[in-house]
């Protein structure tokens, strides 16, 4: 039927060890394989994104790309490029403890709440992403997530913060796979509801 918007999907992302997290007992993410072509598909993935739901954690460390390209010059072409995409999205941030934003459009809700998400979702005319477990799993036990795409990196932490939450059965289906010579997995899923 023309003219009926297609409503947006949710979709989770985030780089994980193959035992399943996403930082270390320290918090430490440096263990992740950034090369050109992991940072490419990176770059790719979030061209068509339009609006970014964040926990504090996840926020406090991606807004460095407010900034990242302020200095043309100094930074790659892909460094500039992801900078544009990142700071073109909108920003929810859900934080009770965050007093400001240090970026352009962006937002502090201080609950998590479904039916907003559901509204978004309906409203938005592009797709959004969530970022943080936290908040990732608060979305998946309300069955909002649509989409999962994790990059499984060659690394076993043997603890740290879990990419999915415990406690929770969900359907998956695989939609697609892509090897990178880094020994990087992508694994592209579609929630079964």
């Known amino acids: 039927m023309e003219g009926v918007m297609e409503m947006a999907k949710l979709i989770y992302a985030a780089n994980v060890s193959l035992d399943g997290y996403i930082?270390?007992?320290h918090g430490n993410i440096e263990w992740t394989i950034s090369d050109d072509e992991v940072f490419a598909f990176w770059t790719d993935f979030e061209?068509?994104?339009g609006?970014?739901?964040y926990g504090r954690r996840l926020y406090e460390s991606?807004?460095?790309w407010e900034t990242a390209s302020a200095k043309p010059s100094d930074q790659p072409e892909v460094i500039r490029e992801f900078a544009q995409i990142w700071r073109a999205a909108k920003k929810i941030v859900f934080s009770r403890t965050l007093l400001a934003v240090s970026s352009a459009r962006t937002r502090i809700e201080r609950e998590f709440d479904p039916e907003a998400i559901r509204r978004l979702k309906e409203s938005s005319g592009?797709?959004?992403t969530i970022g943080g477990p936290?908040?990732?799993g608060e979305a998946m036990r309300a069955g909002l997530i649509?989409?999962?795409h994790l990059l499984l990196n060659p690394i076993v932490l043997g603890g740290g913060k879990r990419a999915l939450p415990d406690n929770l059965c969900m359907r998956l289906e695989l939609?697609?796979?892509r090897h990178f010579p880094s020994g990087v997995v992508h694994l592209h899923y579609r929630m079964i509801v």
């Open 23 to 25: 930082e270390d007992e």
């Open 47 to 49: 061209r068509p994104i």
């Open 51 to 53: 609006t970014y739901l």
């Open 62 to 64: 991606m807004v460095y």
């Open 126 to 128: 592009a797709d959004i």
């Open 134 to 136: 936290e908040l990732a």
């Open 146 to 148: 649509d989409e999962c």
């Open 175 to 177: 939609l697609g796979v």
